[in-house]
C-alpha cells in the first residue's frame, strides 16, 4: 500500500485548505483512513478520521473548522481545513489503517501565519 498525500503550503490566520490523500495497492474493502498531524517539538496527533462506511471522528481542537471525506472509488481521502489558526501549523500525515496493518504516507506542511 502507498499513500500520496499533497495539498499542504502557507495561508493566513482564517484561511482554508485542502489535503488530499491517494491509496494505492492492496486496499481492502474495511478500513480507517486517518489524518495526523506532528507540530515542531510535540507528539503526532489524530485529527480526523473516516471509516470505509463513513463514520468520522475529529479531535476537539478541530471540531466544526475541519471536514474529513473519502471518495471511495478513487481510495481518496480529504481533509478541508478552513479557519485555519496558527496552532493549526504542523506536518499532516494520512494513515491507512486495515487487515494487516497501517501505512503512512508522507508528510505535507501546513503553516498557518498570523
Known amino acids: 500500500v502507498q499513500l500520496q498525500a499533497s495539498g499542504g503550503g502557507s495561508v493566513q490566520a482564517g484561511g482554508s485548505l485542502r489535503l488530499s490523500c491517494a491509496a494505492s495497492?492492496?486496499?481492502?474493502?474495511?478500513?480507517?483512513m486517518n489524518w495526523y498531524r506532528q507540530a515542531p517539538g510535540k507528539q503526532r496527533e489524530l485529527v480526523a478520521s473516516?471509516?470505509?462506511?463513513?463514520?468520522?471522528n475529529y479531535a476537539d481542537s478541530v471540531k466544526g473548522r475541519f471536514t474529513i471525506s473519502r471518495d471511495s472509488a478513487r481510495n481518496t481521502v480529504y481533509l478541508q481545513m478552513s479557519s485555519l489558526k496558527p496552532e493549526d501549523t504542523a506536518v499532516y500525515y494520512c494513515?491507512?489503517?486495515?487487515?494487516?496493518?497501517?501505512?503512512w504516507g508522507q508528510g505535507t506542511q501546513v503553516t498557518v501565519s498570523s
Open positions: 494513515n491507512i489503517a486495515q487487515r494487516g496493518g497501517s501505512t
Open positions: 473516516i471509516t470505509s462506511g463513513g463514520i468520522t
Open positions: 495497492g492492496s486496499i481492502f474493502a474495511i478500513n480507517v
